[in-house]
């Protein structure tokens, strides 16, 4: 068993909001421990800034209409579920929610109403926050339930920036949404005197359900606590780099302050510890943008004085190569975080080389973890980071690790020491939401979470993951479940078996799904590769863009499965290594 080098952290016992949003008589004027005043965050492209304690009074605004809504089940913990790319609205949504007492589920805005259904159900929502855009997708998936118009518009709740800053959205037509409650709506109504409480022993209840699949099978609820969340905050803050909060009501224009920076969606564990409680919880300024595009990202790098950029691998691509990392000023950038998925030596120092070509001194760090380890585990502190290049990091705080050699009697790797990392500590989640089966086949009787994940590990602590056991796909860091893609494949009437697996793209830095399947009949080599390029098609109008069959389809005679009937994936990836694929 290995254990941080960090003394212990002291975690507290209440809910999350209180930690980060919380006043306190003894500082008046302070949100969180920071001036009421000072930035929490700033829409990117807008420029339109939301105070910490304009987001305190929002958030309870909202939870106070929340608690009045005539909603059912009065005594089963409500639950919310987002439906929205980033926006300032976020944050408001999230903690208003939290302020409220209710559950926050997650989903993925690129979701089809097909998808949400699934998270809608599973995790027992009983209202919807929609951003505008997205409104038909939440319709067609409540008409599917067969919801009544009047149920429709009982659940639905749009929560678009334009109400909440008092703009109006000219790209959303009013004739959509006019039956609706609006999150406007829902604020100025009255404001909750103070929070839900969490503490004690309800800190263990759980806050956020995001979704993952974890080591197999279909998406699950993953039940993250107040107490997981804020362990994570206190544990990172040891081998975080020093911050230097904003203590005044705008960023100053020489800089000097910490800027936190991305575009990872907020309803991903990794974007929704990292850009949306950690700047709250350092007392400095999130920039909130929707999707990436390099010279929009470039662009908000200069203009805000971003310090700290967070990333996944395929975005650094970008910074490697493309132009607009010459045609803005981005000097202020210290550092670049990378996590979500494998980050490969080589696209590191390309990166550093560049960075240094335009005078920019850039330190890239790197951590791993999982939406049930909520989510940080390793971190690559920044005096280690350019010694320890490709290395995730070392342990934080409060956590304990095994790297555990042989499963099932198959060695993992032909590394020596290579072992599958098990987790033990106040980060592992709950459990996955109304499935104690899979729960107990995640965390052992004694604790520890099982990663499926395979990690080295070097006499000075630090841990580099070299494989990923587990039958997950990562595109560019979202989940993409293999059993959910086949179970969709296997729908079509002309495919009689499927299977999935990921095919990595070294010049992306991602992996790509690639399916092999099993026609009903068989086809001649004309007809085989108008089928494939068809079922490509076929799946595409099926599911979110991340789950797009972009590493091709092949035919095969039969897929290759054990006599239990399992899927025998690591010989897809054998031959995958010479197969074609349409
Ligand atoms: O459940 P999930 O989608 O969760 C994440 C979480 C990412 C992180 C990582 C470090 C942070 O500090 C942070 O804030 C967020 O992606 O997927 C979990 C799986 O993604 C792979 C690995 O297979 C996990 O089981 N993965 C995550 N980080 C890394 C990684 C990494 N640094 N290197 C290799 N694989």
């Not at 939290?98 to 699934?118: I, M, Q």
């Not at 120092?349 to 049930?372: F, H």
């Not at 587990?470 to 729908?491: C, D, M, N, R, T």
């Not at 068809?534 to 789950?547: C, D, P, Y």
């Amino acid at each position: 068993i290995y254990t941080s080098a960090y003394p212990s952290v002291h975690i507290c016992r209440r809910s999350i909001f209180t930690h980060i949003l919380g006043v306190s008589s003894s500082s008046p004027g302070t949100v969180g421990g920071f001036p009421a005043s000072s930035p929490a965050f700033i829409d990117a492209l807008s420029g339109t800034t939301i105070s910490r304690g304009k987001l305190r009074s929002y958030a309870l605004q909202l939870a106070f209409s929340l608690h009045n809504l005539p909603l059912p089940l009065e005594n089963r913990t409500k639950t919310v579920l987002i439906f929205s790319p980033n926006s300032i609205t976020w944050p408001v949504m999230m903690l208003g929610a939290v302020a409220a007492g209710f559950r926050a589920t997650l989903a993925n805005s690129g979701y089809t109403p097909h998808e949400l259904k699934y998270q809608y159900i599973d995790a027992g929502a009983h209202l919807i926050f929609v951003h505008p855009s997205l409104v038909g997708t939440a319709r067609t998936m409540l008409r599917s339930l067969e919801c009544s118009e009047q149920e429709i518009r009982s659940r639905i709740i749009v929560a678009g920036v334009q109400w909440i800053m008092g703009d109006k959205d000219v790209s959303v037509p009013d004739d959509q949404l006019k039956d609706l409650v609006t999150i406007t709506q829902l604020l100025g109504r009255g404001e909750l005197k103070e929070e839900v409480s969490f503490d004690g022993e309800r800190s263990n209840e759980t806050v956020y359900l995001c979704y993952s699949s974890g080591t197999t099978g279909q998406p699950k609820g993953v039940e993250t606590t107040h107490y997981n969340i804020i362990s994570v905050l206190e544990m990172l803050k040891p081998v975080w780099p020093n911050s230097k909060p904003c203590l005044t009501p705008s960023i100053p224009a020489k800089g000097g302050v910490d800027v936190l920076f991305g575009c990872l969606p907020y309803y991903h564990i990794y974007g929704g510890v990292k850009l949306l409680h950690l700047p709250l919880f350092l007392g400095v300024p999130g920039v909130v943008m929707a999707g990436f595009d390099p010279d929009g990202f470039c662009a908000a790098i200069a203009r805000y004085r971003v310090t700290i950029g967070f990333v996944v691998p395929p975005m650094l691509v970008v910074f490697a190569r493309h132009p607009a990392i010459q045609k803005h000023d981005l000097t202020s950038l210290k550092i670049l975080f990378s996590g979500a998925a494998p980050l490969g030596a080589e696209l590191v120092l390309a990166v550093m080389k560049r960075m240094k070509s335009i005078g920019a001194d850039v330190d890239i760090l790197q951590g791993y973890g999982l939406t049930e380890t909520s989510p940080t585990v390793f971190l690559l502190p920044v005096p280690d980071a350019s010694s320890h290049i490709g290395a995730a990091g070392v342990l934080l705080p409060n956590l304990e690790v095994r790297l555990v050699g042989e499963t099932e009697g198959e060695p993992h790797t032909d590394i020596p020491g290579a072992g599958e990392v098990w987790v033990r500590g106040p980060t592992i989640m709950k459990g996955y939401l109304n499935n104690p089966t899979a729960t107990a086949e995640a965390i052992t009787p004694d604790g520890w979470f099982k990663t499926g994940d395979i990690c080295v590990r070097d006499k000075d602590g630090f841990f580099t993951i070299v494989d990923r056991r587990k039958e997950l796909i990562k595109y560019k860091g979202f989940q993409v479940p293999p059993a959910e893609l086949e179970s969709v494949l296997l729908q079509h009437a002309e495919i009689a078996d499927a299977a999935v697996i990921g095919i990595e793209s070294k010049e992306e830095a991602t992996e790509l799904p690639r399916a092999y399947i099993t026609p009903s009949r068989p086809l001649s080599p004309q007809e085989a590769s108008s089928f494939a390029l068809g079922v490509q098609n076929w799946v595409s109008q099926r599911v979110a863009s991340h789950k797009q069959l972009r590493g091709g389809v092949v035919i095969i005679d039969k897929v290759p499965k054990s006599a239990a009937g399992k899927i025998l994936r690591r010989e897809l990836r054998e031959r995958a290594k010479t197969d074609v694929a349409v």
